[in-house]
């Protein structure tokens, strides 16, 4: 750590607490859980995604893969392709534009957001199987891909690294993990291992896993002259994206607008700034007219990559009355060189329990793989798969109710950050669970519940996500007639964005919800942080918090211009927004419309931009989301097929901003953690490093049928460290979900399945 | 394809003016209740030409190879995968899109249902579970069983969850949903019997 970042820190564990937001109290809207704003317009078609925006004289791009993961392009033959009718043009590295190598995503600044900093096109050199070579552009889809196909070439293939089981032995230690250490050894974990009375000591595996949004990634580009581009992108962070083309193109950010209105789903796939949309714009260089490239099915599992292949040691230490003494967890995990990024899978561990000692370690082996990313919950998601599957193998050691041995290593502050937590409220969210769940009804005793040839089973795990938040701004425009925009160059793919915000806008300013606009998904809109990481939300709304007090501010300075004001003398302090105006909050009665501020100041309109504070309260505490998952699942004894019957998650992670909402974005991490755990499996040839299943007819997402009834249960306990008390709810829903699976599937059948996915394979 | 059907493709291949090398062919297309004509290569599929020629563009593209559902939509009321159809097979048919399920701007039963229970969240396959649904229901409602129908021979079947997340499980959503459509679909498919049946009574 530098002496600037140990300053910051510990200045801000002095810091004073702010005092919680108001309007946790007063909350009208929030809370309430309302139909999607944008609603009507997704099941009318109406809502235009990326590709579909058709600008004059638009051509179409058909990338070329390569089929070996190692060497040099010897000959690339792309006469039949350039013949081909409908063609305009081949990109090969030949004539391709000179372009600025991308930056990786640098944590410390997080404005430029390469998932790999490889150049792009600009030599014959592989270092992918996928990697893009060529480029075709045409005048229609069907003109370009048939081209594409025609283009031949012959490499000079080395042996590449591409498999990991023959490659684990060179594993090496990352120099950091996201900004955090790759190690923390407290006190001598693996000799209080040896010593402890009760011990586990096992492997997790799991395989190489796939977003599969169901939106392919997008781009449309076009420019004007030589220095303005205008980029459509299924992009999970505009701002990012158009950061990382003015550095790829060396043009000023200023120049560049990038839109994404409606993506189609992301999970962390769309946010690393992947080729596709560097050779979109490159290629509309070239012909000087629109282009569209829409990655086929294919191409996304070619060129984005998706979640690591992961194994993970977890070894406990634990007193007969299950106290930890010690708990290791070690990581490893696959990252190319290319890509440096270190799935965080040690950080669950790094925060959840109470431990006497504790050993957490990060490795990674560097393949020749395309470029590894966040997929939901990064980390996380298979992080907790591992130790909470160890902490359920312990509690059978131990005889033990699973959610008796949560209690029994819920930590008074956090372990390795040795702060107290802003909000913590895990066990209640277990006991409201285990209450609605029917918990105490499930044996203990593996094999003791049948239906038929079906064994069943229950199982239960922690889930656990930071509550992150960035610096960001918002802009808010008073009308006359006292409506309001709020806007934010936030990202929408589903998780109810600008309904939520809407929401939150509408009981900050005191207005009714139909008065109130949220634009979003422009870069040319004030700074947001990218849709990931849990943070976009409650990033926005300490954004608009601030921007909405020097709004209340302003228009207080306008008001008291009038010596017969009735708010004449208040101090902002004094003051809270509803109705649509301003009042004393001593005396309700006494208090002035927006309508009548702005008309007696003669102004058309009131627009002011703020910006939030630094996240200096994430240094100070430790701030989390957490939950329990809850499921029963079937285990057909004849075939090994397993069935999740029913689940409940019992959630502990602020104030929710809509019911509605909130729950389908913790179902829908729940459905994903289901194919994680059950059928999801990229699988790559380990001669060739070629994805093999590269199709959703290969690659098994979870199916309506597969998917039982999910109840939801929030605690609903603000956090008084954020705005509203809210938490960022994106990627919590999919963490433990793959261990209580694993641990229901121990229960039905007494077999403790360690390899992800739990195919039938593995319980026959 | 019935023989009506070859015919008109006949006729329009002889009356089509072949423009250039590409082979392309004027064809008619009825959607959404619409006269649409189009010029397109006969290798185009129907999602690309509703997509990219008529800019209908309400449709999806999930995979173009019909793993997914995105792009299903109404072929005289049958559900069909728009990716595995080629354009010049459906001239002269009923093709109905997410944009023709609204009528007159009110959103039908099963639209509304979506919205209230939320059976969506990025929208992207929201069109194709639509589309789907529709012809699911008339599907179930003519009796057409499916695998897991526990009883093909009893002549009635019951609309159970499971049945529903069966029929729909051609339609991938990775938002993950499903709970929602499942309500989503209950709920309208109730909803259009009791009216049905209502208006049966009041006779």
């Known amino acids: ?764 | 394809m019935t023989h009506s059907q070859n015919a008109e493709l006949e006729r329009q291949a002889a009356e089509s003016s072949v423009a250039g090398p590409d082979n392309r062919l004027r064809i008619t297309l009825m959607v959404n209740g619409d006269r649409r004509e189009v010029e397109i290569e006969p290798r185009v599929s129907l999602l690309d030409a509703l997509r990219e020629r008529l800019h209908l563009t309400g449709t999806k593209k999930g995979c173009d190879q019909g793993a997914c559902g995105a792009c299903t939509v109404l072929v005289n009321g049958e559900r069909i995968l728009s990716c595995l159809a080629l354009a010049i097979q459906y001239t002269g048919q009923e093709i109905t899109t997410v944009e023709g399920l609204a009528l007159d701007g009110s959103l039908s039963p099963l639209q509304q249902a979506f919205i209230t229970h939320d059976g969506f969240q990025c929208g992207y396959c929201t069109s194709g579970q639509l589309c789907s649904a529709v012809g699911m229901m008339r599907e179930f409602d003519d009796g057409v069983p499916s695998a897991v129908t526990a009883d093909v021979a009893s002549g009635t079947i019951d609309f159970s969850d499971t049945e529903i997340k069966e029929r729909m499980s051609g339609n991938l959503c990775r938002c993950g949903a499903y709970v929602g459509i499942c309500d989503a679909i209950r709920e309208a498919h109730s909803e259009v019997h009791s009216e049905v049946h209502h208006a049966g009574e009041s006779r």
Not at chain 1, 179 to 184: D, H, Y
Not at chain 1, 580 to 606: D, Q, W
């Open chain 1, 1 to 764: 750590m530098s002496i600037m970042q140990t300053l910051v820190q510990t200045a801000a564990r002095f810091k004073p607490d702010a005092d919680p937001d108001p309007l946790i109290a007063s909350k009208k809207y929030v809370g309430r859980a309302l139909d999607r704003v944008d609603g009507r317009l997704k099941v009318t078609g109406g809502a235009r995604f990326t590709a579909e925006y058709a600008p004059d004289d638009m051509v179409y791009a058909a990338p070329v893969f390569s089929t070996i993961a190692k060497g040099k392009v010897r000959r690339l033959d792309t006469a039949a392709a350039e013949s081909s009718p409908g063609v305009i043009a081949v990109i090969t590295p030949k004539n391709m534009p000179r372009l600025v190598t991308p930056s990786l995503t640098d944590f410390a600044k997080l404005d430029k957001i390469a998932a790999s900093n490889l150049p792009v096109l600009q030599d014959d050199s592989v270092h992918w199987n996928g990697q893009v070579i060529a480029v075709v552009i045409a005048e229609t889809h069907e003109q370009a891909q048939e081209a594409a196909a025609r283009v031949r070439a012959d490499y000079d293939a080395d042996e590449g690294m591409v498999s990991f089981e023959r490659n684990k032995d060179k594993a090496i230690m990352p120099k950091d993990v996201l900004g955090e250490p790759p190690e923390i050894k407290i006190g001598d974990a693996e000799k209080n291992l040896k010593s402890a009375p009760v011990q586990v000591d096992a492997t997790y595996r799991s395989p190489y896993y796939n977003h599969s949004a169901i939106e392919p990634h997008a781009t449309i580009a076009y420019w004007e002259g030589d220095d303005r581009l205008y980029v459509f992108d299924s992009t999970q962070w505009v701002e990012g994206y158009r950061n990382s083309l003015a550095h790829v193109f060396a043009l000023n950010r200023e120049n560049i607008r990038v839109m994404a209105p409606f993506v189609g789903g992301g999970f962390g796939g769309k946010a690393g700034f992947w080729w596709n949309t560097i050779l979109c714009a490159a290629a509309a260089k070239m012909v000087g007219r629109p282009v569209k490239l829409a990655l086929s099915r294919e191409g996304v599992f070619r060129i984005v990559g998706g979640r690591t292949v992961a194994e993970q040691r977890v070894a406990l230490g634990a007193t007969r009355e299950g106290k930890l003494t010690a708990l290791i967890h070690t990581g490893l995990t696959v990252t190319p060189d290319h890509a440096r990024y270190a799935e965080q899978c040690t950080f669950p561990t790094r925060h959840l329990y109470a431990t006497e000692a504790l050993h957490v370690a990060q490795y990674v082996v560097n393949l020749d793989m395309v470029a590894n990313t966040w997929m939901r919950a990064p980390g996380e998601s298979i992080g907790t798969f591992a130790v909470e599957s160890a902490l359920d193998e312990l509690a059978v050691e131990l005889r033990m109710d699973p959610i008796e041995l949560r209690r029994k290593v819920e930590p008074a502050r956090d372990p390795t950050k040795d702060t107290e937590f802003s909000s913590r409220n895990l066990i209640e969210a277990y006991e409201r669970g285990a209450a609605e769940f029917n918990w105490s009804s499930r044996n203990l005793q593996p094999r003791s519940r049948r239906d038929g040839a079906w064994l069943v089973g229950h199982g239960v795990a922690t889930a656990y996500y930071p509550a992150l938040r960035f610096p960001g701004g918002a802009r808010v425009r008073l009308e006359a007639d006292g409506t309001a925009i709020v806007q934010a160059a936030a990202n929408e793919m589903g998780m109810g964005v600008a309904t939520g915000q809407l929401q939150h806008a509408a009981d900050r300013l005191g207005l009714p919800l139909h008065c109130v606009e949220f634009d979003y998904g422009d870069s040319h809109l004030p700074t947001s942080p990218m849709a990931g990481g849990s943070c976009q939300t409650l990033s926005i709304l300490a954004a608009t918090r601030a921007t909405v007090e020097k709004l209340h501010r302003e228009l207080l300075k306008l008001e008291q211009k009038d010596s017969a004001s009735p708010l004449k003398g208040a101090k902002y302090e004094d003051l809270v927004a509803r109705d649509n105006g301003l009042f004393l909050a001593s005396e309700p009665s006494r208090g002035v419309s927006y309508v009548e501020i702005l008309r007696k100041a003669g102004k058309p309109y009131l627009e002011v931009e703020g910006v939030s504070s630094a996240p200096m309260e994430m240094m100070k505490y430790s701030m989390a989301s957490y939950g329990a998952q809850f499921c029963e699942v079937r285990v057909n004894e004849t075939t090994g097929e397993v069935r999740v019957a029913r689940w409940l998650g019992s959630f502990d992670c602020g104030t929710v901003l809509n019911p509605k909402t909130a729950m389908s974005q913790l179902r829908g991490g729940i459905v994903m953690g289901i194919g994680m755990a059950l059928t999801e499996e990229m699988l790559v040839d380990g001669r060739s490093g070629r994805i093999m299943n590269r199709s959703l007819a290969g690659y098994h997402v979870p199916v309506n049928l597969d998917v039982p009834r999910i109840d939801v249960l929030f605690n609903d306990i603000p956090d008084p460290q954020t705005a509203l008390g809210a938490h960022g709810i994106g990627e919590i829903g999919i963490t433990g979900v793959a261990a209580a699976i694993a641990n229901a599937v121990y229960n039905a059948t007494g077999k403790r399945v360690r390899d992800l996915p739990i195919t039938l394979d593995k319980l026959l």
